[in-house]
């Protein structure tokens, strides 16, 4: 009984933790997020509102942020506790990368509606929340919030800080400090961030394209390569100084408010 009381804690813990730190980075680097998705747009910049309404979307990146957040580090923590008894200690950064990766494939059932809402309130800002979701259940149904899940899970599978996490758990003798899981965030967020911006290039068309056109079909590299063939290698990896920004910062927040708050509840 007691254990499993101790377990149903852990999980509520974990809920709670991750939840928080992926709101906290959400809200306060939501700017960020809003100027690289108008970087990024087919429209261009200035078109897709420039400056304007900067805080546009951000119903649905309040709505999304504590469900996908903690389902993530729900399922990462979990699939790690599963392979803790099985991997001998070098392996453990496998384990890590292994349950990071399970992990985005879960987070994205949540993280990937509201953020085809997110991104088309943010380059058409005339438009509310409301408005935008309605719109695209009318014209693609329920089918069309998931348009970009798979370029959407293929960018969020690059991030590293799994792995550096694991190898300096290990240096520093089974312990990880708050402000050091926020340092590797930082570090290997950044580094993710700006190797995997053609990708968040090629997701952002997939969800801002009109419905039956080519680019909303999803075809990865063939929305690359319209890319690049329109816009050349600065089109592929444009909004990348907002991208690495916010998810530097956004990794340096989130690993030490979520290391900090599970330390706390548990």
């Known amino acids: 009984m007691k254990n499993e009381l101790d377990k149903k804690w852990y999980s509520i813990s974990l809920l709670h933790a ?8 959400d809200l306060t680097l939501f700017p960020l997020d809003t100027i690289k ?5 087919q429209q261009g910049f200035y078109k897709a509102g420039g400056f304007r309404g900067i805080y546009a979307g951000v119903p649905s990146a309040a709505i999304g942020s504590f469900p996908n957040a903690a ?11 599963l392979f803790t008894g099985y991997s001998a200690t070098n392996l453990a950064p496998i384990t890590h990368m292994l349950a990071a990766s399970l992990g985005e494939i879960v987070a ?10 997110k991104q088309r309130t943010q380059a058409n800002p005339s438009l ?7 719109n695209t259940l009318q014209e693609e149904g329920f ?10 899970v293929l960018r969020e599978v690059g991030w590293l800080s799994s792995t550096h996490q694991a190898v300096w758990w290990r240096r520093q003798g089974g312990r990880l400090d708050s402000w050091q899981a926020a340092v590797c965030g930082a570090l290997a967020g950044g580094v993710a961030a700006f190797v995997t911006t053609p990708l968040d290039v090629a997701k ?21 390569y319209e890319v690049w063939r329109s816009r050349g290698i600065p089109g592929l990896f444009a909004g990348s100084i907002p991208r690495v920004t916010f998810i530097s910062m956004g990794g340096f927040i989130f690993l030490g408010a979520y290391e900090k708050v599970r330390r706390m509840l548990l």
């Open 18 to 25: 991750g939840g928080c730190a992926g709101m906290c980075v």
């Open 37 to 41: 998705t108008r970087l990024q747009s």
């Open 71 to 81: 389902a993530f580090f729900v399922t990462y923590e979990s699939t790690k506790s």
């Open 108 to 117: 994205c059932l949540i993280r990937v509606p509201t953020e085809v809402v």
């Open 128 to 134: 509310n929340t409301y408005r935008v979701l309605l």
């Open 143 to 152: 089918r069309g919030l998931y348009r970009g899940y798979g370029s959407t």
């Open 204 to 224: 952002t068309w997939i969800m801002l394209a009109k419905a039956g056109t080519s680019t909303a079909s999803g075809n990865i590299p063939e929305v690359l």
